[in-house]
């Protein structure tokens, strides 16, 4: 049942520090489109999260975000060449591999630990 009609549906990133992780996202080539010292909202193509100045190390740990792209090598590839991994101190970064469930998946943790999975699926 659909009460009325549903016009958006977002998470709230944690933050451990706001603005480093606000300026990680910006560097990831994500648009801030609004923000105060408690949240932000950032949009790529149409599709957008909050950023949260809020932390808990169990929660923040346990997070996942998934984003499906054209071409996880490009993405790769911007990201070694903006340097994110040294320049945001990031514990995980690796580069596209083919995963057992058919995406080739690339990990990538934000500045508070937060795990990304930007995937492709690829022809055979």
């Known amino acids: 049942m659909v009460l009325s009609k549903v016009l958006n549906l977002m998470t709230f990133v944690p933050a451990k520090d706001f603005e480093l992780s ?9 648009q801030e489109t609004w923000g105060n010292d408690q949240a932000c909202e ?6 957008r999260f909050l950023l949260h ?3 808990v190390k169990d929660h923040a740990g346990n997070f996942m ?9 490009k993405w790769w590839e911007y990201i070694q060449s903006a ?3 040294e320049k945001y101190h990031l514990s995980m970064a690796k580069p596209p591999e083919l995963q057992p469930w058919g995406l080739r998946v690339l990990y990538l943790s934000d500045p508070t630990g937060v795990l990304w999975h ?6 055979p």
């Open 22 to 30: 606000r300026c990680f996202y910006r560097d990831m080539g994500f």
């Open 42 to 47: 950032f949009e790529l193509e149409g599709y």
């Open 53 to 55: 100045n809020f932390y």
């Open 65 to 73: 975000m998934s984003l499906m792209v054209e071409d996880a090598d």
């Open 83 to 85: 340097r994110l991994p």
């Open 118 to 123: 930007i995937a492709d699926r690829r022809k």
